[in-house]
């Protein structure tokens, strides 16, 4: 890596023709020889003539760092100390997930008009761009600075959020902030019922009507409004199948965070309290909260997952801890007995738990070399029945399972589990009558 100025071959080329040329002009009385090298020898001259004493700085630095995939930003050149500099060409490695504009990533501009490099991210997660080659050029070309390595600058890549609407309520809300509707009545702005007045209603709620054509006092009811505690719990035990980035296809991860924040992101838009807990890799907890700046720091939990393996230790006494009345929704492709223990223990507490299923259909293993691509794909059609038995008995134990297809996926589930909690259960040791 050089960080001087030094001498173009173009000039050190034009000072040796130019060189020769006058010297055969001279010495075998040739007038054409210095025709000739006339170009040469003007070449030469204002490339000496334009030598640079200054030290130039260069910094790359990119117009956005946190992005959504799909989206795009612009890295731009900052040059100081450039009195000198007439050229400045940058090239940029390529970078997994990341598409560049140019595709070559090279990119050569004239002062003050920089090259700049659009860089637009097609996968979530952590990116470190490239490393850089910028080289300086004075006028004529006769002198270089460079080419100097640049670090490539570190991109935060949020999860894709699909459009996902969904016009179910989400069953037991726990709080009075939101726009859910709770089993018990309270200051809300739907009509729920009619009754007689009691003791400490208030006058506004009277209805006149039925008052009067009963001749005794009625109040109209309606429920509380209120917010719901959602956690969601994403498998990244490991990561099945193959990731194109956006536009290509997803792996089983690729589906889990995808979908995670697209859920997330309703819930907290419907003013409900949204928490995250990440199973395997790197591990990651997030607790219950509501706003804009909690579905950021959600956002930046899921950019962070890397797929993992738990400690075995860990892995056989996980436990996701729950409070009452929330509801759980777990992406996973279910291929991991500690996930599957984890979400049974919930059901059998009697918790709302759905099962997103983000396996892609034609999942497949990768083969190992010097193993039989047949024996892999017998073990891998094991594996996958085992997972429909698996799959089957959390459906018996009243856990939905359902792929997931993007906006109102949840819609039907939703709803059948608001049924489900508003069935009255019978006590412990209290025979149903």
């Given at each position: 890596?050089t960080?001087?100025w030094?001498?173009?071959p173009?000039?050190?080329?034009a ?6 040329a ?11 020889v210095m ?5 040469f020898?003007l070449?030469a ?10 030290a ?16 795009g ?10 009195e ?7 090239v940029?490695a390529p ?10 990533g ?7 008009d920089?090259p700049?490099l659009e ?7 952590r ?29 935060r ?9 969904s016009r179910a309520?989400?069953p ?46 009625h ?57 995250l807990?990440?199973?395997g ?22 950019a ?17 801890r729950v409070?009452?009345?929330s509801?759980?929704?777990?992406f996973s492709p279910?291929?991991?007995p ?12 009697g ?9 892609p ?13 047949r ?10 029945l085992?997972?429909?038995q698996?799959?089957?008995g ?26 489900r ?8 040791g209290?025979?149903?009558?």
């Amino acid at each position: 890596m050089t960080t001087r100025w030094r001498p173009t071959p173009a000039l050190a080329r034009a000072v040796v023709v130019g060189a020769v040329a006058v010297v055969a002009a001279v010495v075998g009385s040739a007038p054409t020889v210095m025709v000739l090298g006339a170009p040469f020898i003007l070449l030469a001259a204002f490339g000496l003539l334009h030598r640079p004493d200054s030290a130039p700085v260069v910094v790359a630095a990119l117009d956005h760092r946190w992005l959504h995939e799909g989206q795009g930003t612009t890295s731009r050149l900052t040059l100081r100390d450039g009195e000198d500099v007439e050229h400045v060409a940058r090239v940029m490695a390529p970078t997994p997930f990341v598409a560049l504009h140019p595709p070559t990533g090279l990119a050569a501009g004239l002062v003050p008009d920089l090259p700049t490099l659009e860089v637009g991210p097609r996968r979530w997660g952590r990116r470190v761009l490239g490393e850089e080659q910028v080289c300086l050029t004075t006028p004529w070309a006769g002198y270089r600075w460079g080419p100097v390595g640049l670090h490539g600058d570190g991109l935060r890549v949020l999860p894709h959020t699909q459009r996902f609407v969904s016009r179910a309520e989400t069953p037991r809300p726990v709080g009075l902030v939101g726009v859910n509707r709770s089993p018990r009545l309270g200051s809300g702005v739907e009509f729920a019922d009619i009754r007689p007045f009691r003791p400490g209603d208030r006058l506004r709620r009277i209805s006149w009507r039925v008052s009067v054509r009963s001749r005794e006092l009625h109040v109209t009811t309606s429920p509380a409004e209120e917010d719901s505690g959602v956690l969601l719990v994403v498998d990244a035990l490991g990561d099945h199948g193959h990731s194109g980035g956006l536009d290509g296809e997803a792996s089983s991860l690729d589906q889990g965070v995808r979908a995670a924040a697209a859920v997330a992101e309703h819930h907290v838009r419907a003013g409900d309290r949204v928490g995250l807990r990440i199973v395997g890799g790197d591990g990651g907890l997030l607790g219950l909260g509501a706003g804009t700046r909690h579905l950021r720091a959600i956002f930046d939990l899921l950019a962070g997952v890397r797929a993992g393996e738990l400690p075995e230790g860990i892995a056989q006494r996980i436990q996701l801890r729950v409070s009452g009345g929330s509801v759980v929704f777990v992406f996973s492709p279910m291929l991991g007995p500690a996930i599957v223990t984890a979400t049974a223990s919930l059901v059998q507490r009697g918790l709302p738990v759905v099962v997103v299923d983000t396996l892609p259909p034609d999942a497949s293993p990768r083969t190992p070399d010097g193993v039989d691509p047949r024996l892999v794909d017998l073990a891998w059609r094991m594996r996958r029945l085992e997972r429909d038995q698996v799959l089957a008995g959390l459906e018996a134990l009243g856990c939905p399972v359902i792929p997931w297809r993007g906006g109102g996926t949840l819609d039907d589930v939703l709803r059948r589990l608001a049924r489900r909690a508003d069935v009255p259960r019978a006590l412990p040791g209290v025979a149903a009558p």
